[in-house]
């Protein structure tokens, strides 16, 4: 059974950081996508980030409303991805979700290709 747990949200000041993880179980790490997401009240779900691994090797892609600021990164031996978040602004305040697909599954950037989400984690930015 794959598992998804997000921690580290919070509520900072603008320009403020903090560092999302994802913690997976029951999901081959080592060859697989992890993307973040992120939705604000009363918005649609937004893709922001996303992580492909090839045992060694990975691929990163940003969306441009946090390209500069936020950074995705993993480390395979603890089948965990974050999310480091810095230069904050209001705008950013949402609930972050971190998703795979099924295993070998698109690596896109669309809510419905995704097959597992974790619970989410609030952030909120005040200004």
């Known amino acids: 059974q794959v598992q998804l747990v997000e921690s580290g949200g919070g509520s900072v000041q603008a320009g403020g950081s903090l560092r999302l993880s994802c913690a997976a179980s029951?999901?081959?790490?080592?060859?697989?996508?992890m993307s973040w997401f992120r939705q604000a009240p009363g918005k649609e779900r937004e893709w922001i980030a996303r992580?492909?691994?090839?045992?060694?090797?990975?691929?990163?892609t940003y969306a441009d409303s946090v390209r500069g600021r936020f950074t995705i990164s993993q480390d395979n031996a603890k089948n965990t991805v974050y999310l480091q978040m810095v230069g904050l602004k209001p705008e950013d305040t949402a609930m972050y979700y971190c998703?795979?697909?099924?295993?070998?599954?698109?690596?896109?950037?669309?809510?419905?290709?995704?097959?597992?989400w974790g619970q989410g984690t609030q952030v909120t930015v005040s200004s």
């Open positions: 998703a795979a697909p099924f295993s070998g599954g698109s690596c896109s950037r669309l809510v419905s290709e995704y097959n597992y």
């Open positions: 029951g999901y081959t790490f080592s060859s697989n996508c």
């Open positions: 992580v492909y691994i090839y045992n060694s090797d990975y691929a990163i």
